[in-house]
């Protein structure tokens, strides 16, 4: 089983600030398996980027994804007040699928 | 504008079972796989099941191998879990969850709202 682990557990930024993410998985990950998704509060998560590095559908360009084998990125370059929330990493590669626990954006 | 609804959801005993149903619509739900996430109250994501389109292929986590089965009816755009054998540890909120092709190897790209399964006496 792949296990991601992602830091900071919490991350207190302000509206405007940049935000950097970080996943690192136990075993190399192909870019092609590597999403991102944001969780609001009493919400499903919705993807934000699939591939590593491609943003998903209706996804604004301030959020970007990069990384490769066990070490991957999710940046936030302006955080706008919709952007606080809990934000997974998954790997979709291979079964089980797994998530990262979770990295908290607040304000 | 893609929906997934579930439903089935609920409190049940130790040992009991549970269906899940989630109606799928706004999307060719044939062509896309579909899988189970779960989400204990106030935890992170656990993947559970994931079906193929053509109802070919099922994978399931180790935690509910055994117990639980998904299937799917193309016809009525409905996605199901049957759950068995439910223990306390299968207490959170499950979310129907659309790949977006035939399939399943692609990110979880769209997600319902979830629906909450309690296994209590």
């Known amino acids: 089983e792949i296990v991601l682990t992602q830091s900071p557990g919490t991350l207190s930024l302000s509206p405007g600030e940049r935000a950097t993410l970080s996943c690192r998985a136990s075993?190399?990950?192909?870019?092609?398996?590597l999403a991102w998704y944001r969780q609001k509060p009493g919400q499903g998560p919705r993807l934000l980027i699939y591939?590593?590095?491609s943003r998903a559908t209706g996804i604004p360009g301030r959020f970007s994804g990069s990384g490769s084998g066990t070490d991957f990125t999710l940046t936030i370059s302006r955080l706008e007040p919709e952007d606080f929330a809990v934000y997974y990493c998954?790997?979709?590669?291979?079964?089980?699928?797994?998530f990262g626990g979770g990295t908290k954006v607040e304000i | 504008e893609v929906q997934l609804v579930e439903s089935g959801g609920g409190l049940v005993q130790p040992g009991g079972s549970l269906r899940l149903s989630c109606a799928a619509s706004?999307?060719?739900?044939?062509?896309?796989?579909m899988s189970w996430v779960r989400q204990d109250p106030g935890k992170g994501l656990e993947w559970v099941s994931t079906?193929?389109?053509?109802?070919?292929?099922?994978y399931y986590a180790d935690s509910v191998k055994g117990r639980f089965t998904i299937s799917r009816d193309n016809s009525k755009n409905t996605l199901y879990m049957q759950m068995n054998s439910l223990r306390a540890e299968d207490t959170a909120l499950y979310y129907c969850?659309?790949?977006?092709?035939?399939?399943?190897?692609?990110?979880?790209?769209?997600w319902g709202q979830g629906i909450l399964v309690t296994v209590s006496s």
């Open positions: 075993q190399s990950v192909s870019s092609d398996f």
């Open positions: 998954q790997q979709y590669e291979r079964p089980p699928l797994t």
């Open positions: 079906i193929g389109g053509n109802d070919d292929s099922t």
């Open positions: 706004g999307f060719t739900f044939s062509s896309c796989a």
């Open positions: 969850v659309k790949r977006p092709r035939i399939a399943a190897d692609g990110p979880f790209d769209f």
């Open positions: 591939g590593a590095s």
